[in-house]
């Protein structure tokens, strides 16, 4: 099953611009991520924010946490092209899940 | 390093073929997952190993079988496949089962014919 729902499921933006991805979950978390895949080939992990966490940066990426509303987004800045790629949130039930449960994902398009 | 690999990048087999995937990582990490991806699709959970033992099977046809012979070493061994498992396989592996970021590989584009 699909714990996490992103928001919008495709998006494309001009170079330079900020892409916004929202994230929406259904059971109580200790930890959610977001990943990036480039077509066809494996994730590669982005930024991990825990549930005790309402924000944290990484380089161009902003991730928020509103655990009341099940909701995340990720926000990257100053978009390039090699961002283009599809982007997953990901998340470990509370309670020691050994199973990491992936939204529906987004696929980003910068347009140079 | 941080690199998980697997092998091979592609496979065409037939449904009465037999054949293995393999995945190698050598950052000392306890868990390992396999996990099938349909086009334009998020991955599917097939597998989870915690200290080289099975811990989660998700309900997995028994064409599909894992093994895990050490700790860096997780192989997919597949057997009477349907075409509609044609899929990309990802194996991942993180430090412990709880919790972690995993670590993907390239995943073994498979078709099966």
């Known amino acids: 099953s699909q714990q996490g729902e992103e928001d919008p499921q495709a998006l494309s933006i001009q170079e330079g611009e900020n892409a916004t991805m929202n994230c929406s979950y259904k059971t109580s978390i200790n930890n959610l991520q977001w990943y990036r895949q480039n077509s066809g080939r494996g994730l590669v992990h982005l930024i991990l924010i825990r549930s005790n966490e309402r924000e944290k940066h990484s380089g161009r990426l902003r991730v928020t946490l509103d655990t009341s509303k099940k909701s995340s987004s990720l926000l990257i800045t100053a978009s390039r092209a090699a961002d283009t790629a599809s982007y997953f949130c990901?998340?470990?039930?509370?309670?020691?899940?050994?199973?990491?449960?992936f939204g529906k994902g987004m696929k980003l398009t910068v347009n140079p | 390093d941080t690199e998980v690999t697997q092998t091979p990048k592609h496979l065409v087999m037939g449904m009465t073929n037999k054949k293995s995937l393999k995945c190698e990582q050598h950052m000392g990490h306890r868990a390992m997952y396999w996990y099938k991806q349909k086009a334009k699709k998020p991955p599917e959970l097939m597998f989870v190993?915690?200290?080289?033992?099975?811990?989660i099977n998700e309900s997995v046809p028994s064409r599909f079988s894992p093994e895990c012979p050490n700790s860096s070493l997780l192989n997919l061994h597949l057997h009477a496949l349907q075409p509609e498992d044609s899929a990309l396989y990802l194996c991942a592996s993180s430090q412990d089962p709880r919790s972690n970021i995993q670590y993907f590989g390239a995943g073994t584009r498979l078709s099966v014919l």
């Open positions: 190993y915690s200290y080289e033992k099975l811990s």
């Open positions: 990901a998340t470990y039930s509370q309670g020691g899940s050994e199973k990491l449960v």
